[in-house]
């Protein structure tokens, strides 16, 4: 990709490479081991312009998302609790009722939409993710199986009409073509209706050196300020955002057509601190470069020191962060016996590229490993919680990010 996802421009500065990966949620099964597995570049550039932080190469979304997609939205506690608490917010916040659409791009199996549901408001699901649809579909959240597009919006808009809200959590990064998606957001929204997106922060990836939150789904690394100038072509604004802790720090912004609401002191807010940090200078950003080489050569170090005293370890849970982290660190089935899982979809399969079996998360405690790699280190207070046990029999958890430490 030689322009901005965003602005357009050629200004595109090259600062971090994570080599070549295949992608991150292509878990194979037994019988898929000596077919060609493909890898593609994993590399980011800042646009000097309007300061999006992108991926510099595109896989197809077809390749991504329509052959047996693995990933269900998060079925942890905390995951749970984030999309209820999302669900009422928004309905207290807009005053949604029964007479109010609420449409969910890449719903995924439903888990918000069931909440907006829950909290007396009709919903529709969008993803493109045949597999992922049924299992929405068995939750009784209606879904269409396609991308959101004109043929899509078209549908709904035959069958149910504008929506008050569109929500897109963890989708609106993975969009290639955003200058499409608009006009289609857009048509489908009522008057005063609002889009509302959450994504990690990109202040939040600096900080605390998240590289392994990079991988091909994620295609833009989203800040207030390219989002302001982005908006702006489409006649929208940001109105409000509001920061979370959930996937090691995102923010969830609310858009409508400019005019139609106040604007948050938040918004002006967020842009003097992402000013003041500097996230935009290069100086900045080869410094994390600096820091994630860092960090893979100590890990490393860390779980090759341990193997050679003879330790076992295993990882646990198997996000697609964690794939990008095994894949950039090499570490493969020679470090970690096995990846433990609690998802149906993932558990029996291999990781992409570095092929380390996944099991059940039975196995920690049945074979009771030395150690515990915790890949989605995001939910490392809840895993450890649940694990407690592994830990009183000895057991010890390594958490890989923002540096490595044994707990």
């Known amino acids: 990709m030689y322009t901005c996802r965003m602005c357009r421009s050629r200004n595109l500065y090259l600062f971090l490479d994570l080599g070549f990966s295949?992608?991150?949620?292509?878990?194979?099964r037994k019988e898929q081991m000596k077919e060609q597995e493909i890898y593609y570049p994993l590399e980011i550039k800042m646009c000097d312009d309007c300061g999006l932080a992108q991926l510099t190469y595109v896989v197809s979304p077809e390749t991504l998302y329509r052959n047996d997609y693995p990933y269900e939205s998060s079925i942890t506690k905390t995951g749970h609790a984030h999309w209820d608490s999302?669900?009422?917010?928004?309905?207290?916040?807009?005053?949604?009722?029964?007479?109010?659409?609420v449409v969910d791009i890449g719903s995924n199996v439903g888990v918000l939409l069931e909440a907006f549901k829950n909290s007396g408001v009709s919903v529709q699901g969008v993803d493109p993710a045949a597999n992922i649809v049924m299992l929405a579909q068995k939750r009784g959240i209606d879904t269409i199986c396609d991308f959101f597009n004109a043929e899509s919006v078209?549908?709904?808009?035959?069958?149910?009409?504008?929506?008050?809200v569109i929500t897109g959590t963890n989708v609106f990064a993975h969009i290639d073509d955003l200058h499409l998606l608009m006009p289609n957001i857009k048509r489908m929204l009522k008057k005063k209706g609002v889009f509302i997106f959450e994504a990690p922060y990109f202040v939040n990836l600096l900080k605390?050196?998240?590289?392994?939150?990079?991988?091909?789904?994620?295609?833009?690394?989203?800040?207030?300020?390219?989002?302001?100038?982005?908006?702006?072509?489409?006649?929208?604004?940001?109105?409000?955002?509001?920061?979370?802790d959930i996937h090691g720090g995102s923010f969830r912004v609310y858009v409508s057509d400019k005019g139609n609401y106040p604007v948050s002191g938040i918004v002006k807010n967020l842009l003097d601190e992402e000013n003041a940090m500097g996230i935009y200078s290069h100086a900045t950003l080869d410094k994390f470069s600096d820091q994630v080489k860092i960090n893979r050569a100590e890990l490393t170090w860390l779980l090759h020191s341990l193997k050679r005293e003879g330790k076992s370890i295993v990882g646990v849970s198997a996000p697609a962060k964690g794939m990008t982290l095994l894949n950039y660190c090499r570490i493969g089935p020679e470090i970690l016996d096995v990846v433990t899982e609690k998802s149906i979809l993932k558990i029996g399969r291999y990781t992409p590229g570095m092929h380390i079996p996944v099991v059940p998360d039975d196995y920690l405690l049945e074979k009771q490993p030395d150690y515990a790699l915790l890949l989605a280190w995001n939910f490392?207070?809840?895993?450890?919680?649940?694990?407690?046990?592994?830990?009183?029999?000895?057991?010890?958890?390594?958490?890989?990010?923002?540096?490595?430490?044994?707990v």
Not at 22 to 28: I, K, V
Not at 381 to 404: A, Q, S, T, V, W
């Open 22 to 28: 295949p992608p991150a949620d292509q878990f194979r």
């Open 208 to 244: 605390t050196i998240q590289y392994d939150t990079v991988y091909h789904e994620h295609l833009s690394y989203l800040s207030v300020k390219p989002l302001i100038s982005f908006l702006a072509q489409h006649n929208m604004e940001i109105i409000d955002i509001q920061l979370a």
């Open 86 to 101: 999302f669900a009422k917010e928004v309905v207290g916040k807009f005053g949604l009722g029964k007479q109010d659409l």
């Open 380 to 406: 490392a207070e809840e895993i450890m919680k649940n694990l407690d046990e592994y830990r009183k029999l000895g057991g010890k958890f390594i958490i890989p990010i923002p540096m490595p430490k044994v």
């Open 154 to 164: 078209d549908k709904i808009l035959e069958d149910k009409g504008k929506a008050s």
